[in-house]
């Protein structure tokens, strides 16, 4: 593979992301460079990979160039609300068959947390998802990013990708984070700082204590949102913990990747998140953060947990232990959607799935569950809702008229106890 | 390629799910019907509003959000010739080369709602006939306009089976 077209490069050291690209594209290469890359593994989801399908055949194609690395999973309207969309479910369906490629079909879990749980995805890994939160991997220091139908089309039948080496922006993220504030307040923190897109067309690199202080499970959330900054990928480095639960999930054999330390950074910010606050993204952009003490009190009428940032165990567990032998407050509704089956079968041994029944709450598929307003919660005009996704643009959950406001499961636990938002270090002793 | 039209203004970040709702999108693979939607939640009468080769025109971070390709295929089956934007978000901008929208990168301040516009995509300049004024535009890379030119990444594939960037 050559190099499409060359920048000067500067001699020195490289990013997670320039050694990434340069071992999948056998090249040396340098930010800015263009490359075309081999793929490890290829993702689709219900909302694009119909239209991958049809390009796939526009492109005249009959076999996906490796069965075994290829996934596509039903989970954005699923089971399916619509008679149209059930055609569409088909579609994949049958492709799915045809073609022996891996199909997750309704009520196996979200996209984002399916990849890794399944093992499809290791450290070191190039792979690619028509879903915008594909960065979600970056985590385990896979180089994974977001495509549309199209380049996935591509992707499932050459098994490559033109990518342009992104430039990288590093947090270094220091101090720990105090009691009842977590990984989902520091990336809120993080994207209202530098903005919505204050790392457009770059990779985030998230190092630091305060990183790796967290659980693997902790980290998604934040390279989950690395998009919501603009970034094309959110990685992180492997540590021991990280190694092991790569090798719990997977089977493949895997070679983490560091950046040496003479690596070029686009640009470098450095934070300390011990006072940090437990934070809230208000209407309607992500970066419209503040911290809690600033919203507290505005009323809200549905609260959801869930969704591929903050549906795992761990979230369940911080949400139920808030939400245990208390009731969801009248005329709020509480919508619960754990990230996959393996998360729903967790939370039902632990008896979390009790908590929630029980204070009140309405448990449904494992999957996206109202994020992306196709069906399970669409808010109506005017009401206010706060939830654990990643996204609250207008229109987002189905409702142009609803206010989304984005949050912890914590703080969304304590938000649906009250009625209005609410800091939850009121419940945590 | 030399497009001619009117331009339509919008803000900064203007996301997907303004270009083309989720409600709509996850319903069909027609995209003429999609179109009608398209930025129906920042302006509900766009679509009766656009005559076919006008622009959009934006700020900043224009497509951020969802990888959806329905938002340029709506674009387009919108009529609309091209987008002009100061900055795109990364993946939008993959789908408009793959699907053949062209976009260009300039300074939008320059353009008011309802300015005549005509671009050379080859040159990289934007003309302003109702200001008369010429807007420098940053060039694509050489590898986005192969693809742009052949008339997307279908055709790309059609003709090669893979990629050929020779
Ligand atoms: S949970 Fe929401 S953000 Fe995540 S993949 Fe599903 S729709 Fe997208």
């Given at each position: 593979?050559?190099?499409?077209?060359?920048?000067?490069?500067?001699?020195?050291?490289?990013?997670?992301?320039?050694?990434?690209?340069?071992?999948?594209?056998?090249?040396?290469?340098?930010?800015?460079?263009?490359?075309?890359?081999?793929?490890?593994?290829?993702?689709?989801?219900?909302?694009?990979?119909?239209?991958?399908?049809?390009?796939?055949?526009?492109?005249?194609?009959?076999?996906?160039?490796?069965?075994?690395?290829?996934?596509?999973?039903?989970?954005?309207?699923?089971?399916?609300?619509?008679?149209?969309?059930?055609?569409?479910?088909?579609?994949?369906?049958?492709?799915?068959?045809?073609?022996?490629?891996?199909?997750?079909?309704?009520?196996?879990?979200?996209?984002?947390?399916?990849?890794?749980?399944?093992?499809?995805?290791?450290?070191?890994?190039?792979?690619?998802?028509?879903?915008?939160?594909?960065?979600?991997?970056?985590?385990?220091?896979?180089?994974?990013?977001?495509?549309?139908?199209?380049?996935?089309?591509?992707?499932?039948?050459?098994?490559?990708?033109?990518?342009?080496?992104?430039?990288?922006?590093?947090?270094?993220?220091?101090?720990?984070?105090?009691?009842?504030?977590?990984?989902?307040?520091?990336?809120?923190?993080?994207?209202?700082?530098?903005?919505?897109?204050?790392a457009t067309y770059m990779a985030a690199e998230y190092v630091g204590p305060a990183i790796d202080a967290l659980s693997i499970e902790a980290r998604f959330t934040i390279s989950n949102m690395?998009?919501?900054?603009?970034?094309?990928?959110?990685?992180?480095?492997?540590?021991?913990?990280?190694?092991?639960?790569?090798?719990?999930?997977?089977?493949?054999?895997?070679?983490?990747?560091?950046?040496?330390?003479?690596?070029?950074?686009?640009?470098?910010?450095?934070?300390?998140?011990?006072?940090?606050?437990?934070?809230?993204?208000?209407?309607?952009?992500?970066?419209?953060?503040?911290?809690?003490?600033?919203?507290?009190?505005?009323?809200?009428?549905?609260?959801?947990?869930?969704?591929?940032?903050?549906g795992r165990i761990e979230d369940l567990r911080i949400a139920a232990s808030i939400l245990k032998g208390r009731k969801v407050c009248p005329g709020v509704r509480l919508i619960v959607a754990?990230?996959?089956?393996?998360?729903?079968?967790?939370?039902?041994?632990?008896?979390?799935?009790?908590?929630?029944?029980?204070?009140?709450?309405?448990?449904?598929?494992?999957?996206?569950?109202?994020?992306?307003?196709?069906?399970?919660?669409?808010?109506?005009?005017?009401?206010?809702?706060?939830?654990?996704?990643?996204?609250?643009?207008?229109?987002?959950?189905?409702?142009?008229?609803?206010?989304?406001?984005?949050?912890?499961?914590?703080?969304?636990?304590?938000?649906?106890?009250?009625?209005?938002?609410?800091?939850?270090?009121?419940?945590?002793? | 390629?030399?497009?001619?039209?009117?331009?339509?203004?919008?803000?900064?970040?203007?996301?997907?799910?303004?270009?083309?709702?989720?409600?709509?999108?996850?319903?069909?693979?027609?995209?003429?019907?999609?179109?009608?939607?398209?930025?129906?939640?920042?302006?509900?009468?766009?679509?009766?509003?656009?005559?076919?080769?006008?622009?959009?025109?934006?700020?900043?971070?224009?497509?951020?959000?969802?990888?959806?390709?329905?938002?340029?295929?709506?674009?387009?089956?919108?009529?609309?010739?091209?987008?002009?934007?100061?900055?795109?978000?990364?993946?939008?901008?993959?789908?408009?080369?793959?699907?053949?929208?062209?976009?260009?990168?300039?300074?939008?301040?320059?353009?008011?709602?309802?300015?005549?516009?005509?671009?050379?995509?080859?040159?990289?300049?934007?003309?302003?006939?109702?200001?008369?004024?010429?807007?420098?535009?940053?060039?694509?890379?050489?590898?986005?306009?192969?693809?742009?030119?052949?008339?997307?990444?279908?055709?790309?594939?059609?003709?090669?089976?893979?990629?050929?960037?020779?």
């Amino acid at each position: 593979m050559k190099i499409i077209s060359k920048e000067e490069g500067t001699g020195l050291g490289k990013t997670i992301a320039e050694k990434i690209l340069s071992l999948k594209s056998g090249v040396d290469a340098k930010a800015n460079d263009i490359v075309v890359a081999d793929l490890d593994f290829v993702m689709g989801q219900d909302g694009t990979s119909p239209l991958a399908i049809q390009a796939f055949q526009e492109m005249e194609a009959t076999k996906v160039f490796d069965p075994a690395k290829i996934a596509m999973v039903i989970d954005h309207s699923s089971p399916s609300p619509l008679q149209g969309v059930s055609e569409l479910h088909y579609q994949m369906r049958q492709f799915a068959s045809q073609q022996g490629i891996f199909l997750y079909d309704i009520g196996e879990g979200v996209c984002h947390q399916l990849m890794p749980e399944k093992g499809h995805v290791v450290s070191g890994d190039l792979v690619i998802g028509a879903d915008s939160h594909t960065c979600t991997y970056g985590a385990i220091n896979a180089f994974s990013t977001g495509v549309g139908s199209t380049d996935l089309a591509a992707g499932l039948i050459s098994g490559k990708l033109w990518f342009k080496v992104p430039e990288t922006f590093k947090f270094i993220v220091n101090g720990t984070l105090p009691p009842g504030v977590y990984s989902k307040d520091l990336i809120l923190y993080l994207i209202g700082d530098v903005t919505a897109d204050g790392a457009t067309y770059m990779a985030a690199e998230y190092v630091g204590p305060a990183i790796d202080a967290l659980s693997i499970e902790a980290r998604f959330t934040i390279s989950n949102m690395a998009i919501e900054m603009g970034a094309k990928v959110g990685l992180m480095e492997a540590d021991d913990k990280t190694r092991e639960w790569v090798e719990n999930q997977s089977g493949r054999p895997f070679a983490p990747v560091t950046a040496d330390s003479d690596a070029v950074y686009a640009r470098i910010k450095e934070y300390d998140v011990s006072n940090l606050e437990p934070q809230v993204a208000k209407p309607h952009t992500v970066d419209n953060v503040s911290p809690v003490s600033e919203v507290t009190g505005i009323p809200i009428q549905q609260g959801v947990i869930g969704t591929c940032t903050n549906g795992r165990i761990e979230d369940l567990r911080i949400a139920a232990s808030i939400l245990k032998g208390r009731k969801v407050c009248p005329g709020v509704r509480l919508i619960v959607a754990p990230a996959s089956r393996q998360v729903m079968l967790q939370a039902i041994r632990e008896g979390l799935l009790e908590t929630f029944v029980e204070s009140g709450a309405a448990v449904v598929t494992p999957g996206c569950g109202p994020c992306v307003g196709t069906h399970n919660g669409v808010p109506s005009d005017g009401e206010n809702v706060i939830s654990t996704a990643n996204r609250n643009f207008k229109g987002r959950m189905g409702n142009n008229k609803a206010f989304i406001y984005l949050a912890s499961p914590a703080t969304v636990a304590a938000s649906v106890l009250t009625g209005s938002i609410t800091d939850p270090r009121e419940f945590i002793k | 390629m030399s497009l001619r039209g009117y331009s339509h203004k919008f803000g900064d970040d203007v996301n997907t799910d303004y270009i083309i709702s989720g409600r709509h999108k996850f319903k069909t693979l027609d995209m003429k019907e999609l179109a009608k939607h398209v930025m129906e939640d920042l302006d509900p009468d766009f679509y009766s509003k656009v005559a076919s080769g006008d622009f959009i025109v934006a700020g900043r971070n224009f497509g951020c959000g969802s990888s959806r390709e329905q938002a340029p295929l709506a674009i387009i089956n919108a009529d609309i010739s091209a987008v002009l934007a100061k900055s795109f978000a990364r993946i939008f901008y993959r789908n408009c080369i793959n699907t053949g929208l062209p976009l260009v990168e300039c300074n939008t301040d320059l353009i008011d709602a309802g300015d005549e516009l005509d671009i050379d995509l080859e040159a990289g300049v934007v003309r302003n006939l109702t200001k008369n004024i010429d807007i420098p535009t940053t060039p694509l890379p050489a590898v986005m306009l192969k693809i742009l030119s052949e008339g997307g990444l279908v055709e790309h594939f059609r003709k090669y089976g893979t990629f050929n960037f020779d």
